[in-house]
């Protein structure tokens, strides 16, 4: 699974649509109407984190678009998709794919495995517990806390997917809902987690995968990325920048600390709403215009504004 010996290097600018054999439009044939120079397709490589052949995908512009894609190749449902790595086949919360891919990534898809359910009884207020999404409908578990309530419980692993809470199914919910629902469980009254864990190969059976206390990492090799949009194309871009990276991870912090919740796109969202903005009132604007239904409480706005604020002036 080394990307180093899967022939990683997937910007294929030379793929265009003749060399497909495909027709050029009537429009693109009209010599006497200048025309831009088409776009690169961009084609990445992909496998099953479990094990499989190696597939080739493209013209995605979104998580959902994505997972159909890589289905397709492999001939499964896009439902059976928990979520993707990059450039490793392991449960790596720091490998996880987010909103932005790089050019020369190799995608890694982990299917559905293993159906259990846990009964939890909470003995403190929190589970210990950081929760993430997929982007297409499926919450699941990104960091453990050590000593903690689910960290007792040695069957619940990152990586599993949320799919029931009592019975009750959390499919399509975001990652904020599922976090306030399991926050909003009573103290001392048992309740039933159904999990689903990532098929796994033979070198991960009886392995348990915690997310390390380092850093998440950066998301992307190369020096360009495919931002994935849930509205809108995709788009190329340069990596982030030393301020967009030290901010992102800040927020990622505090979305962590106030919602229990763990999102390096939303973050990224986050300081690209606020980076330009001279004052807090303008920022909230901002988040409420491009955010709103996510209703951030005041405080997680002012701090969010103070540490993108303490970047730009390097006090962090």
């Known amino acids: 699974y080394d990307a180093q010996h899967l022939g990683v290097g997937t910007t294929n600018p030379e793929l265009g649509p003749m060399q497909n054999g495909e027709e050029m439009s009537p429009l693109a044939q009209d010599s006497n109407k200048p025309s831009a120079p088409p776009l690169p397709r961009l084609v990445f490589h992909t496998q099953l984190a479990h094990g499989s052949p190696t597939g080739r995908i493209h013209g995605f512009t979104n998580v959902k678009e994505l997972y159909a894609k890589i289905a397709e190749v492999f001939h499964i449902s896009p439902s059976e998709i928990l979520f993707c790595t990059l450039n490793s086949h392991k449960v790596d919360m720091q490998k996880l794919l987010g909103g932005q891919i790089g050019l020369e990534d190799f995608i890694f898809a982990h299917v559905r495995g293993e159906t259990k359910e846990v009964e939890v009884t909470k003995t403190e207020d929190a589970l210990g517990l950081t ?16 000593e903690s309530t689910i960290d007792q419980l040695k069957t619940v692993c990152v990586g599993d997917h949320i799919e029931a809470i009592n019975d009750q199914s959390i499919v399509g919910c975001r990652h904020y809902e599922v976090a306030k629902m399991l926050k909003e469980q009573p103290r001392g009254t048992p309740f039933t987690l159904r999990l689903v864990g990532p098929k796994k190969a033979f070198d991960m059976i009886g392995m348990r995968t915690r997310a390390p206390k380092s850093s998440e990492g950066k998301m992307v090799n190369g020096k360009e990325t495919l931002r994935l949009r849930s509205k809108g194309s995709a788009t190329v871009q340069e990596v982030p ?67 993108i604020g303490d970047v730009k002036d390097d006090r962090m």
């Open 131 to 146: 929760i993430t999404d997929n982007g297409a409908g499926y919450a699941f578990i990104k960091r453990i806390k050590e």
């Open 241 to 307: 920048n030393e301020f967009e990276e030290r901010a992102t991870k800040k927020v990622d912090d505090l979305l962590e600390s106030y919602m229990g919740i763990r999102d390096l796109d939303l973050a990224t969202t986050i300081v690209e709403a606020g980076k330009d903005k001279m004052n807090p009132d303008d920022f909230a604007e901002a988040m409420d215009s491009v955010l709103g239904d996510f209703a951030f409480p005041d405080v997680f706005l002012f701090d969010v504004w103070g540490a």
